[in-house]
Antibody, heavy 118, light 112 residues
Framework: EVQLVESGGGLVKPGGSLRLSCAASGFSLSNARMTWVRQAPGKGLECVGR??????????DYSSPVKGRFTISRDDSKNTLYLQMNSLTTEDTAVYYC?????????WGQGTMVTVSS | DVVMTQSPLSLPVTLGQPASISCRSS???????????LIWFQQRPGQSPRRLIY???NRDSGVPDRFSGSGSGTDFTLQISRVEAEDVGVYYC?????????FGQGTKVEIK
């Protein structure tokens, strides 16, 4: 079964850092188009970053609000995607989802909550 | 960034009746490869989003055929031919043509 499971969310103070993980099973992360999407409480969906497939160069892109603060990486040996978040602000409070797109699937994890508060 | 505008934002529907959601983009969603990367997602209460339609009109596996997508360029529509109770939730369009990919505000479908 194709599945994504996020972890690493929690409460962090403004200016702090957090690293989210997204473990994949049933497919190889390096062959999928992976994205991190967030949803602030009661709000809509926002793409924060993506990492291309290895065959497409494996490069990363970010949205303006997180560029320079967030970094996406992938550990192929663990089949896990990461989102390193630095210099967090209250505006980053949200549920963070990882999303994977392959030739025959489009799947989302269950999400992990990140709360930035003093 | 490409702005995606959905309407209506709230859609009360009678069971068994049709429903239609509009999604407009601030620029053309035709990619250089000729494809149009317009996607529709459904988010049921308390759940993660689920893709229903990709590339404007292609239904995902397992999606009931009462869901259909249409449109071109900057104007797109999601139609539900006969709304069922399990269709309650928020529907989002998303463009995957121009980075950053952007979503519409969401349309909340509820039963009257």
């Amino acid at each position: 079964e194709v599945q994504l499971v996020e972890s690493g969310g929690g409460l962090v103070k403004p200016g702090g850092s957090l690293r989210l993980s997204c473990a994949a099973s049933g497919f190889s992360l390096s062959n999928a188009r992976m994205t991190w999407v967030r949803q602030a409480p009661g709000k809509g969906l926002e793409c924060v970053g993506r990492i291309k497939r290895k065959t497409d160069g494996g490069t990363t892109d970010y949205s303006s609000p997180v560029k320079g603060r967030f970094t996406i990486s992938r550990d192929d040996s663990k089949n896990t995607l990461y989102l390193q978040m630095n210099s967090l602000t209250t505006e980053d409070t949200a549920v963070y989802y990882c999303r994977g797109v392959g030739s025959a699937f489009d799947i989302w994890g269950q999400g992990t909550m990140v709360t930035v508060s003093s | 960034d490409v702005v995606m505008t959905q309407s209506p934002l709230s859609l009360p529907v009678t069971l068994g009746q049709p429903a239609s959601i509009s999604c407009r983009s601030s620029q053309s969603l035709v990619y250089s490869d000729g494809n149009t990367y317009l996607i529709w997602f459904q988010q049921r209460p308390g759940q993660s989003p689920r893709r229903l339609i990709y590339r404007v009109s292609n239904r995902d596996s397992g999606v009931p055929d009462r869901f259909s997508g249409s449109g071109s360029g900057t104007d797109f529509t999601l139609q539900i031919s006969r709304v069922e109770a399990e269709d309650v939730g928020v529907y989002y369009c998303m463009q995957g043509t121009h980075w950053p990919w952007t979503f519409g505000q969401g349309t909340k479908v509820e039963i009257k």
